[in-house]
């Protein structure tokens, strides 16, 4: 008899989903912000002028 464990077909995005589910819901616990979320890091405004938007496009 062979002992040997078999892998499992959870996928590398499957144990980051729940690692993230985890974390967050141990935020909740705690009350603090999730720490996991990142939406706060991309909601940002970037302030071109037209002169700079030109300048950009010109460069592609």
């Not at 912000?33 to 030109?54: V, W």
């Amino acid at each position: 008899m062979i002992h040997y464990k078999k892998k499992g077909k959870n996928t590398n995005d499957d144990l980051f989903n729940g690692l993230t589910e985890v974390i967050s819901y141990l935020c909740q616990l705690e009350k603090i912000d999730n720490i996991m979320d990142c939406s706060q890091i991309f909601n940002y405004k970037i302030n071109l002028t037209p002169e700079k938007e030109l300048s950009i496009l010109e460069k592609l």
